[in-house]
């Protein structure tokens, strides 16, 4: 999916949350801990992810 991109933008944003660890995700960046799941999971997790961020389909 294309979503904007460049400094401070949705891209940047939802990039820096998969590169952090969240308690959830067990010592794992939330990258490593998506990868472990189902498509139908990461897409999930993935539509859920842009919404907090303020997206809108």
Do not use: C, E, N
């Not at 991109?5 to 010592?27: E, I, N, R, W």
Request: hydrophobic letters at 25%.
């Amino acid at each position: 999916m294309k979503i904007p991109h460049g400094a401070g933008s949705l891209h940047a944003k939802v990039s820096g949350y998969y590169s952090s660890k969240q308690p959830f995700t067990g010592g794992q960046t939330v990258r490593q801990w998506r990868s472990t799941q189902s498509y139908q999971q990461q897409y999930d997790f993935g539509i859920k992810t842009l919404k907090q961020f303020d997206w809108t389909p």
